[in-house]
């Protein structure tokens, strides 16, 4: 249908009114930034506060759900204004560079603020968090450990020529391939015992994968375990898009595959790495009890945006409330800086990470060859980025995950994804309980003391489940944080 030329008139003036009301209106103005509490003696000069601590704003014209930005020289976070007893007040977002940052709002019309300073304190990066009524995660699997490259076409990476591969391989440090094994139900004939075999001779490890959708997921559990039987190191499920929503779908899979492989074989989940911009993901079943053993988010840096280090500070904030080990998985495409590929190998060391990968061997240059079999200088360990500040109104996942441990404390909390009144009442009861502050938020402390709780189990297949349907349907839009761009870019799924 072809486009119309001219706006109807009721339309036109429409936007003329909005256009003369908004150059009415002035341009948002901060006065100040401000710690809470307002007495903090670290705060008398320039207001310094750590990551999910909370600011008090004043300024006109302000309002509800305005965009705030914390920004630094390399990258940038935004969260919104809300309004409370006090004030408008906002959270330091977790990710935040440690220094000196400038906070600005932006209005509906796009226009910017003056910016105001505001100093990121450091805090130590804590020990591992215990899980499921469980000492704290051990190490990674084997298999996982060390450095990776994913391979999507055998064909298409250095010819397929296996002793080609491996000498590539070992004069980069690579000690894991990850080889795609099948999509959805259709297994790919290129994973085989042969291969395996070839590539064992060679003294690799193999690692099978398989893009998965949801709609058939026990003949999608069943292509998966076949790589089991054809002599695979480890298994990983990468699980996008198309699994949102799908609790059901996830629960199904994940027991199936465990019915076929054993508790005990390793099994990791690539999925999407800013959780918290897919609140309908069922992280929470692929990562839960029973599930995935390792987690491999996709930190493709270059691609998202910001830089290495707030990348990298947002998945591991995000990522790590699961309990499992993270073997992050980097980009080796797009030819990205070799002072990037160091810094991400430095930043996840740091961070704690015994293992990580990069995506992928057909899509990576000489010269990143090159650069990924340079020597990773020793650097200072990162701070600590900070947990998710959940609380009132929060919604999603992570919501979820938390519900399931806080009602093994109070069986009155309905896991529904949902951070309503009950569950504010409940996590307050508890943090008191835990001689933590009771403020209603997820902060370091409060998280720490509920990973360290037992999770209570959901029954997503039950089809007569209210809790299965109110939570889907309840779970607010995704987000993506390729922003414009689409992971369909660098999918893996199906054939080019």
């Known amino acids: 249908m072809p486009v119309r030329s001219r706006l109807p008139l009721a339309a036109a003036t429409a936007l003329c009114l909005t256009g003369t009301a908004a150059a009415r209106t002035p341009a948002p103005h901060l006065r100040d930034v401000r710690c809470v509490p307002v007495h903090v003696a670290q705060c008398r000069t320039t207001p310094a506060a750590r990551t999910g601590s909370q600011l008090m704003l004043r300024g006109t014209p302000l309002y509800r759900g305005m965009r705030v930005t914390f920004r630094w020289g390399t990258g940038a976070l935004a969260t919104t204004l809300q309004r409370s007893r006090i004030g408008w007040v906002v959270r330091v977002p977790a990710g935040a560079q440690v220094g000196t940052?400038?906070?600005?709002?932006?209005?509906?019309?796009?226009?910017?603020?003056n910016s105001r300073p505001l100093r990121v304190l450091a805090?130590?990066?804590?020990?591992?968090?215990?899980?499921?009524?469980?000492?704290?995660?051990?190490?990674?699997?084997?298999?996982?450990?060390?450095?990776?490259?994913?391979?999507?076409?055998?064909?298409?990476?250095?010819?397929?020529?296996?002793?080609?591969i491996a000498a590539r391989a070992h004069a980069t440090g690579i000690s894991t391939v990850y080889v795609k094994s099948g999509d959805g139900t259709t297994a790919w004939a290129q994973f085989s015992p042969a291969l395996v075999s070839a590539l064992h001779a060679q003294g690799l490890k193999v690692c099978a994968w398989q893009y998965v959708y949801g709609n058939d997921p026990l003949g999608?559990?069943?292509?998966?375990?076949?790589?089991?039987?054809?002599?695979?190191?480890c298994f990983v499920i990468d699980a996008e898009s198309e699994y949102e929503g799908r609790y059901a779908a996830a629960q199904r899979y994940i027991n199936q595959l465990r019915s076929l492989v054993g508790e005990a074989?390793?099994?990791?989940?690539?999925?999407?790495?800013?959780?918290?911009?897919?609140?309908?993901?069922?992280?929470?079943?692929?990562?839960?009890?029973?599930?995935?053993?390792?987690?491999?988010?996709?930190?493709?840096?270059?691609?998202?945006?910001?830089?290495?280090?707030?990348v990298s500070a947002h998945t591991l904030v995000h990522n790590r409330i699961y309990g499992v080990p993270i073997a992050p998985l980097g980009q080796s495409y797009n030819s990205p800086s070799a002072a990037d590929i160091t810094r991400f190998?430095?930043?996840?060391?740091?961070?704690?990470?015994?293992?990580?990968?990069?995506?992928?061997?057909?899509?990576?240059?000489?010269?990143?060859?090159?650069?990924?079999?340079?020597?990773?200088?020793?650097?200072?360990?990162?701070?600590?980025?900070?947990?998710?500040?959940?609380?009132?109104?929060?919604?999603?996942?992570?919501?979820?995950?938390m519900q399931q441990h806080l009602a093994s404390a109070d069986a009155s909390v309905t896991i529904d994804g949902t951070f309503g009144s009950q569950t504010d009442a409940a996590l307050r009861t508890f943090q008191t309980d835990h001689a933590i502050p009771a403020t209603g938020v997820t902060d370091a402390a409060t998280w720490q003391a509920l990973l360290a709780l037992p999770v209570r189990s959901?029954?997503?297949?039950?089809?007569?489940?209210?809790?299965?349907?109110?939570?889907?349907?309840?779970?607010?839009?995704?987000?993506?944080?390729?922003?414009r761009a689409r992971y369909s870019t660098v999918s893996t799924s199906r054939t080019p």
Do not use: C
């Open 265 to 310: 074989y390793p099994v990791g989940l690539a999925s999407f790495p800013y959780v918290d911009y897919h609140p309908s993901e069922p992280y929470s079943v692929f990562l839960g009890p029973g599930g995935a053993q390792v987690d491999l988010p996709q930190v493709y840096w270059k691609t998202i945006g910001g830089g290495v280090g707030t």
């Open 101 to 113: 940052l400038h906070v600005y709002v932006r209005d509906r019309s796009g226009r910017r603020s």
């Open 345 to 401: 190998q430095q930043i996840w060391a740091g961070y704690g990470a015994g293992g990580h990968s990069w995506w992928s061997w057909q899509s990576t240059t000489d010269t990143t060859w090159g650069d990924l079999a340079a020597p990773v200088p020793a650097s200072t360990p990162p701070p600590d980025p900070g947990w998710p500040a959940l609380q009132l109104k929060s919604k999603g996942d992570e919501v979820i995950w």
């Open 123 to 164: 805090t130590p990066v804590p020990q591992p968090v215990p899980t499921n009524g469980t000492p704290a995660p051990a190490g990674l699997p084997t298999a996982f450990q060390g450095a990776g490259m994913w391979i999507w076409y055998v064909s298409k990476s250095d010819g397929g020529d296996i002793a080609a």
């Open 458 to 483: 959901v029954d997503w297949t039950a089809q007569s489940s209210s809790t299965a349907r109110a939570t889907v349907a309840g779970l607010p839009d995704r987000r993506n944080e390729l922003g």
């Open 220 to 233: 999608e559990a069943r292509v998966a375990a076949a790589s089991l039987t054809d002599g695979a190191d």
